[in-house]
T-cell receptor, first 111, second 119 residues
Framework: QKEVEQDPGPLSVPEGAIVSLNCTYSNSAFQYFMWYRQYSRKGPELLMYTYSSGNKEDGRFTAQVDKSSKYISLFIRDSQPSDSATYLCAMSVSGNEKLTFGTGTRLTIIP | GAVVSQHPSWVICKSGTSVKIECRSLDFQATTMFWYRQFPKQSLMLMATSNEGSKATYEQGVEKDKFLINHASLTLSTLTVTSAHPEDSSFYIC???????????????FGPGTRLTVL
């Protein structure tokens, strides 16, 4: 079993829809959770990071962490074609340790 | 924001030659940099962790004599793929860790990646 599981998609939704991206994990020691966006042939770009459980909102993006269920989510409101990319979840045990990535979900927003 | 650059952005080389890839943190000092490898439609695979002034720590299964890492300064790390073969063709991405002043965690910022093709 992989430490971090993420549905690879592809996921296609119409413009303006709410997108929900999810990851599950098995290591209960993970405490730091991040979401990265990666456009084709580019390096990942940090979107959100959260520590422990709870919600964090930044513009159209909301990150949610449920440590009891070992489940994290990223919600994108009012999705735009420019949001089309691969979204990677990542997590670490402490802030100074290496990241463990999910496989990434390929998202396409249809105009 | 924190910017990380990589050079070159793409390189094509003949089998048996060595290729050097540079990773620079442009507007911050990074005591730790990471090197990843990514195959098409797959996630990032950590190859090694590079700390300034010390030897890199390699992940299991990564040949340290083949992938030479040098972290000579707080803003520069290099990855040299020695005696490259076609199976080394991949997308290599570095990241640099930024320590947030007063924050509880460090954040990794990624370079744009280098696409290596070995003929």
């Amino acid at each position: 079993q992989k430490e971090v599981e993420q549905d690879p998609g592809p996921l296609s939704v119409p413009e303006g829809a709410i997108v929900s991206l999810n990851c599950t994990y098995s290591n209960s020691a993970f405490q730091y959770f991040m979401w990265y966006r990666q456009y084709s042939r580019k390096g990942p770009e940090l979107l959100m990071y959260t520590y422990s459980s709870g919600n964090k909102e930044d513009g159209r993006f909301t990150a949610q962490v449920d440590k009891s269920s070992k489940y994290i989510s990223l919600f994108i409101r009012d999705s735009q074609p420019s949001d089309s990319a691969t979204y990677l979840c990542a997590m670490s045990v402490s802030g100074n340790e290496k990241l463990t990535f999910g496989t990434g979900t390929r998202l396409t927003i249809i105009p | 924001g924190a910017v990380v650059s990589q050079h070159p952005s793409w390189v094509i080389c003949k089998s048996g030659t060595s290729v050097k890839i540079e990773c620079r943190s442009l507007d911050f000092q990074a005591t730790t940099m990471f090197w990843y490898r990514q195959f098409p439609k797959q996630s990032l695979m950590l190859m090694a962790t590079s700390n300034e002034g010390s030897k890199a720590t390699y992940e299991q299964g990564v040949e340290k004599d083949k992938f030479l890492i040098n972290h000579a300064s707080l803003t520069l790390s290099t990855l040299t793929v020695t005696s490259a073969h076609p199976e080394d063709s991949s997308f290599y991405i570095c990241s640099a860790r930024l320590g947030l002043a007063g924050g509880v965690t460090d954040t990794q910022y990624f370079g744009p990646g280098t696409r290596l093709t070995v003929l």
